[in-house]
């Protein structure tokens, strides 16, 4: 079974931009779940989307936004980038009430 | 090179040695704890997870130990290999929220041959 892929690998932007992340969840999974990854604050949860709902959302601005489509498959948006957006991106699917999360390589973003 | 109690962000070990990696959590009521192992240029992989409920639970090579009384979660890897090398963390999850999950400071671990 293929993992959960996450597109692009490697991103630069520059401060006042916007970007859309994607990630393909394991096929069967139906919540996908986004978190920051950053050397100074460590993961932290961002939202989880079920059935094309956002189901929990951490305490990050409305700048970071998502969506999920019908076939499960997830985008994050954020706009305005500011340098302190710069960190990898991970996504993560699991099967519906579950806490066995499985991540996506997740995406560099490098914000100049 | 093991550490008990105490959450350290690096830990050397020479191979074969037993490693603990320990973390605190916050959140009395979470339901499972979860850890991680994240090698360099990868996601978090799962490693071994423990229902609240429980104080104890093995895997191959790995063992977790949970203790409520204190909120503290270790992972014991036995006979480190080169292989082990990566930087673990610890989760905390619930039943009513499973697809959010609040994770610990990691810890890198390091197996000198």
């Known amino acids: ?112 | 090179g093991e550490s008990v109690g105490l959450h350290l962000p690096t830990l050397s070990v020479q191979e074969g040695d037993n490693s603990i990696i320990n973390c605190a959590y916050s959140n009395s009521a979470s339901d499972y704890f979860i850890w991680y192992k994240q090698e360099s240029g990868k996601g978090p992989q799962f490693i071994i997870d423990i229902r609240s409920n429980m104080d104890k639970r093995q895997g191959q090579r790995v063992t977790v130990l949970l203790n409520k009384t204190v909120k503290h979660l270790s992972l014991q890897i036995a006979a480190t290999q080169p292989g082990d090398s990566a930087v673990y963390f610890c989760a905390e999850s619930t039943v009513t929220n499973a697809g959010k999950s609040t994770f610990g400071d990691g810890t890198t671990l390091t197996v000198k041959p």
């Open chain 1, 1 to 112: 079974k293929a993992g959960v892929t996450q597109t692009p690998r490697y991103l630069i932007k520059t401060r006042g931009q916007q970007v859309t992340l994607s990630c393909s969840p394991i096929s069967g999974h139906r919540s996908v779940s986004w978190y920051q990854q950053t050397p100074g604050q460590g993961l932290q949860f961002l939202f989880e989307y079920f059935s094309e709902t956002q189901r929990n959302k951490g305490n990050f601005p409305g700048r970071f936004s998502g969506r999920q489509f019908s076939n499960s498959r997830s985008e994050m948006n954020v706009s305005t980038l500011e340098l302190g957006d710069s960190a990898l991106y991970l996504c993560a699917s699991s099967l519906v009430g579950s806490y066995e999360q499985y991540f996506g390589p997740g995406t560099r973003l490098t914000v100049t």
